[in-house]
């Protein structure tokens, strides 16, 4: 069955670095996300891709965000400058387009762990 | 404000007996409703939707879901409770119209099942 992946699994860095999180979606899936999820608590949006560009973003979601498809497969998160705040686990997410309602189910990778010191 | 609330943090329910977690959202227009499980360390993996049609939905693992209108309630049901069931909940929106609309989740339900 085909899955999302997500690299790292784990990464500590200190306050004040960039971070880059990386993902490949499933192949033929059409709209990309990221979610964050606080000790293990309420999944947070983030931000949806479509088309090469951002469709949708939260307000969590600041200037020390940016997201990118470089290569038509990796789907990747930045973080400009890190904070204590931004310690979560990060879930990359994505999905196709089911015809006729659109209604289209996410499917998630297993996560990236982001502590920061 | 479009939402998505889960009013129970944990629901402990005994090995096969029925077990319920609710779910109700407020929402302009017609929901899009999810239903996801989270296993420790792991993704969210879907179980059903809601779109249109049947106020019942039948998912993945013998979960159902049971969407009322005037309720504006999706809650998630099992007729016999496994303990492998044991996980954490959520029940997602989609807000707006088009395939490439956020999603919200829910705060999330602990289900825990006692052998």
């Known amino acids: 069955e085909p899955e999302v992946t997500q690299t790292p699994s784990h990464q500590v860095t200190q306050m004040g670095q960039e971070v880059i999180l990386r993902c490949v979606p499933i192949s033929n899936h059409l709209y990309f996300y990221w979610y964050r999820q606080i000790l293990g608590q309420k999944v947070e949006f983030l931000v949806s891709?479509?088309?090469?560009?951002?469709?949708?973003k939260s307000e969590i979601f600041d200037d020390q965000f940016s997201v990118e498809r470089p290569d038509g497969s990796n789907f990747t998160l930045k973080i400009r400058s890190t904070k204590l705040e931004d310690s979560a686990m990060y879930f990359c997410?994505?999905?196709?387009?089911?015809?006729?309602?659109?209604?289209?189910?996410?499917?998630f990778g297993a996560g990236s762990r982001l502590t920061v010191l | 404000a479009q939402s998505v609330a889960q009013p129970e943090d944990q629901v402990n329910v005994a090995e096969g007996n029925p077990l319920t977690v609710k779910c109700t959202y407020s929402v302009s227009g017609n929901p899009y409703l999810f239903w996801y499980v989270q296993y420790p360390n792991r993704g969210l993996q879907f179980l059903l939707k809601y779109i249109t049609g049947d106020n019942l939905v039948k998912g993945s693992y013998g979960f159902e879901a049971e969407f009322n209108k005037s309720q504006t309630s999706f809650h998630l049901k099992k007729p016999s409770a496994l303990v492998s069931d044991s996980a954490l909940y959520f029940c997602a929106l989609r807000i707006g119209y088009s395939s490439a609309s956020k999603i919200i989740f829910g705060s999330g339900t602990r289900l825990s099942i006692r052998p």
């Open positions: 997410a994505s999905s196709d387009r089911e015809a006729p309602t659109g209604a289209n189910v996410l499917t």
């Open positions: 891709f479509y088309n090469n560009e951002i469709s949708e």
